[in-house]
């Protein structure tokens, strides 16, 4: 039976120790913290709070070291990275005004049966624009797949090897957040989830995003203005069932109730899960199990305590 944890972000307030505890592990922990980048081994605190038990897979090291030794599968995986560019400014395009008329039509107070057939049809222009999008970056990742045949090259499946044989020897595996793309990217290009099926897993901030089916940006309020959700790649799959939305507290405008019922209708049927500091999400084979004060966000675009069956 699968398990899976998501936690909120375990910098202030550390619940990962917990967790451990209730799982009942003992053994040894893989630790991945590729989405930290060049501080991926300063994990001092994070194997402290694992019960000094952690073992780093070193995910972002171990792509420096093969695109070293490989230079035409680093350039084969560049070209991918600019074509992965190229969509996501395309679909950034197409969703701006998508997203310009929806969020119109979701505050325009008026008649429910003139207004709600559009809004209706909005959503699922947008949906139908996100599905694409997903669609698009997994062809893009099938042909490098293709092409490069990366599991046949001798630098890459060494460390391909190694990682599995780690992940053998541990009892679960435990993910950091951080810069979520170059999280999955390196999980993608090592393989990791092909060991990580049958392992307990507890994960936080990005490392939660990336455990589910698809990656959503999300940001109400950064520096530069506030932005659209967007679909930003292929999860892996893992924890099925929801959006996770890290730190939604100070990311998200949750009191702005018609922009949080259209990112809730839009992202339906997964449920919208805010992981704030000390929130937990506990997947046991096919059904959820939220802690209380763990949020999800309803239709109508209000946080509500989040089900105990979200998936």
Request: include cysteine.
């Amino acid at each position: 039976m699968r398990r899976v944890v998501v936690l909120g972000p375990q910098r202030h307030v550390i619940t990962v120790t917990e967790e451990l505890k209730l799982l009942g592990l003992s053994g040894r922990i893989a630790t991945i913290t590729a989405g930290w980048q060049e501080r991926e081994s300063e994990d001092d605190e994070l194997s402290a709070a694992l019960g000094n038990r952690a073992v780093n897979l070193r995910l972002h090291a171990r792509t420096d070291a093969v695109f070293a030794q490989d230079r035409q599968l680093f350039s084969a995986h560049r070209r991918r990275q600019d074509n992965l560019r190229q969509l996501q400014d395309i679909y950034r395009m197409r969703l701006d005004h998508l997203m310009a008329s929806a969020t119109v039509l979701m505050s325009r107070a008026g008649p429910a049966e003139l207004l709600e057939p559009e809004r209706i049809d909005t959503i699922e222009q947008l949906r139908a624009l996100d599905a694409h999008h997903l669609r698009r970056i997994r062809d893009v990742h099938e042909a490098f797949e293709i092409q490069e045949l990366p599991g046949e090259r001798r630098a890459l499946a060494q460390h391909r090897a190694e990682v599995q044989g780690i992940l053998e020897e541990c009892d679960a595996v435990a993910i950091a957040g951080g810069h979520v793309s170059t999280l999955i990217g390196r999980m993608r290009l090592l393989d990791v989830a092909a060991g990580m099926t049958h392992k307990p897993i507890l994960a936080w901030s990005a490392g939660a995003m990336v455990l589910t089916d698809r990656v959503v940006a999300f940001h109400d309020r950064p520096p530069e203005g506030a932005g659209n959700p967007e679909i930003l790649d292929v999860g892996l799959g893992l924890a099925p069932g929801i959006v996770a939305l890290p730190h939604a507290t100070t990311r998200l405008k949750l009191d702005d109730v018609p922009r949080m019922a259209l990112f809730s209708r839009r992202f339906s049927p997964s449920d919208c899960i805010c992981l704030d500091a000390g929130n937990c999400g506990r997947l046991a084979g096919r059904h959820w199990d939220f802690t209380p004060g763990t949020l999800r966000l309803d239709a109508s675009g209000f946080p509500v305590p989040a089900s105990a069956e979200a998936a």
